[in-house]
């Protein structure tokens, strides 16, 4: 099946600092990627679309300028979490849909982000 | 806005036993419905999904799940488990009212414990 990888897998920073993580279709392009965070024993929820060649669209509640996206290209989308803090700390996945018309999304393995 | 919502957070069961998991979604349109499944130590890996034609839906592993249109559900099925289903299953909901991208939608989650 596709794959979708991520980078880093895991990460610790201080608060205050800025973290980029990487999202990256291997196998084939993603025009539109999704980047959702996941609270320990909760589900997932959706942060915002990446779209390629234009702005992110984000869901409500999520500051744009807290987390940055964006989709360098088809095969790339970066979420960077600036000025982080502990309440920032969580589990990020990125997914991405191969095929337009089928919907099904192929997700990374996720990022730890520690916020100390 | 459509919602998804997953009735047992918490099943825990011998192996050979039959499993089903409840999942209700809320949404006014056509909907694509989905069943991830998360191993421990892993990403999320599609299960099985629901676009159009027979409601009653194969996935891998053994599992099954059925759209009942009517009751709004779509429950996941297996009739006999094995230690290897340990993992935390999430139903998933795709409105596409007029084609394109729409968002994801996922329920809570439920973990399954398997118990040899």
């Known amino acids: 099946g596709a794959v979708v990888s991520q980078h880093p897998s895991w990460v610790i920073c201080k608060s205050g600092t800025s973290v980029k993580i990487e999202c990256r279709s291997l196998?084939?392009?993603?025009?539109?990627m999704f980047w959702y965070r996941q609270f320990p024993k909760q589900s997932l929820m959706l942060m915002a679309t990446?779209?390629?060649?234009?702005?992110?669209?984000?869901e409500q509640g999520v500051e744009k300028d807290k987390f940055l996206i964006n989709h360098a290209s088809l095969t790339l989308s970066t979420l960077t979490v600036t000025s982080a803090h502990p309440e920032d700390s969580s589990f990020y996945i990125c997914?991405?849909?191969?095929?337009?018309?089928?919907?099904?999304?192929?997700f990374g393995p996720g990022t730890r982000l520690t916020v100390l | 806005a459509q919602s998804v919502s997953q009735h047992n957070h918490h099943v825990i069961l011998s192996e050979a036993a039959s499993l089903e998991l409840g999942c209700n979604y809320s949404?006014?349109?056509?909907?694509?419905l989905f069943w991830y499944v998360q191993y421990p130590g892993q990403h999320l890996q599609l299960l099985l999904k629901?676009?159009?034609?027979?409601?009653l839906v194969k996935g891998i592993k053994g599992f099954e799940a059925e759209f009942i249109k009517s009751k709004f559900s779509f429950n996941l099925r297996k009739p006999s488990v094995q230690w290897s289903d340990t993992a935390e299953y999430f139903c998933?909901?795709?409105?596409?009212?007029?084609?394109?991208?729409?968002?994801?939608?996922f329920g809570t989650g439920t973990k399954l414990q398997v118990i040899p």
């Open positions: 997914s991405a849909p191969r095929d337009p018309g089928l919907h099904e999304q192929f």
């Open positions: 629901y676009f159009s034609g027979d409601p």
């Open positions: 196998d084939f392009q993603a025009t539109t």
């Open positions: 990446s779209n390629e060649g234009s702005k992110a669209t984000y």
């Open positions: 998933a909901v795709n409105g596409s009212p007029g084609g394109g991208y729409q968002k994801v939608t």
């Open positions: 949404y006014g349109g056509t909907v694509n």
